[in-house]
């Protein structure tokens, strides 16, 4: 085996190992906010002791699993692209969803007036936790695989504005559940305007419209998406996604996992809208990719 090869498997058995870990510590915070950490407390858990051991893990628990998440995500990339590149990838990506998430939560633009709390660690520049930028990353890093599944793949400017539009909905669905399970714990915070005194639009797009979210959130995710995706392409082009990277399993359940996390808090809050909305949004680009994937 040459070193190339021996660095290759070296990098692809980080990623997978990461991703264990990942989707371990998802799937168990996810079923801790479902049930013993939703209201009310049970009062075992309200001993010192207890306290403590779920403060630590509210304090590090989130923020670890997002670390994993972009672990996965680089070393995966590290193994396919070469290093220089997964790590290009990752800086714009987080570069430009965290001046989007900065904006966000300075002007209400693009998502609408919200506000992050302590939950998720570090804030950076007081205002957006380090790990929501390090999550556009590996979110984005798996859905542009699944546009190489999906789509046509060549290097044209058009092919690659339409990957960017796809992903830019493939990652949205991920906040369908996302965003009312991550209100529903406090994890971030909406600040909507009373909408009496307000036009019909102002009221239709900053109302409570899908479980204490506006519909200004989905599009500025869409909006988002669509520009960090773009940016990954011109470094990535849309063939070199489609034969190196979207082969491998590991973008797609590195999706579905993260898909799940919120699913379960919703279910257990019993937000049941979010739960059979969630579920089809994700559920229809995994399925497309299984069926084309079988049929290759």
């Known amino acids: 085996m040459t070193g190339v090869s021996t660095a290759r498997a070296r990098e692809t058995a980080v990623a997978y190992g990461a991703l264990a870990a990942h989707a371990a510590l998802l799937i168990l915070s996810g079923i801790a906010f479902a049930t013993f950490l939703a209201p009310p407390a049970s009062a075992w858990l309200m001993t010192p002791t207890n ?10 628990g989130g923020q670890l699993a997002v670390v994993l998440g972009a672990v996965a995500g ?20 987080f570069g430009i969803s965290l001046t989007a998430e900065l904006m966000g939560t ?28 390090t999550s556009w990353f590996f979110m984005l890093y798996a859905t542009l695989a699944i546009c190489g ?29 996302m965003d009312p399970a991550m209100v529903a714990t406090t994890h971030w915070l909406w600040h909507l305007p009373p909408s009496a005194g307000h036009s019909a639009f102002r009221s239709m797009f900053l109302s409570n419209f899908f479980y204490g979210m506006p519909v200004t959130n989905w599009l500025g995710w869409l909006l988002t998406g669509f520009v960090v995706s773009r940016a990954m392409l011109a470094i990535v082009p849309p063939t070199t996604w489609a034969s190196r990277v979207s082969p ?13 996390f919120p699913l379960l808090i919703c279910v257990g809050r019993g937000m049941w809208w979010a739960v059979m909305a969630g579920t089809i949004a994700m559920a229809i680009p995994l399925a497309l990719v299984v069926r084309v994937r079988r049929a290759a």
């Open 248 to 260: 491998s399993r590991l973008p797609y359940v590195l999706y579905a996992v993260n898909g799940l």
């Open 74 to 93: 680089i070393t995966h990339a590290a193994a396919r692209l070469g290093w220089r590149t997964a790590l290009a990838i990752f800086v714009v990506a």
């Open 106 to 133: 300075t002007t209400g633009y693009p998502f609408g007036p919200y506000s992050y709390t302590t939950q998720l660690g570090y804030l950076i520049g007081g205002r957006v936790p380090f790990n929501i930028p």
């Open 51 to 60: 306290q403590r051991i779920a403060a630590f893990m509210f304090t590090f």
């Open 149 to 177: 599944t999906l789509l046509r793949a060549d290097d044209s400017n058009a092919s690659r504005w339409k990957w960017a539009a796809v992903a830019a909905f493939v990652l949205t669905a991920w906040d369908v559940s």
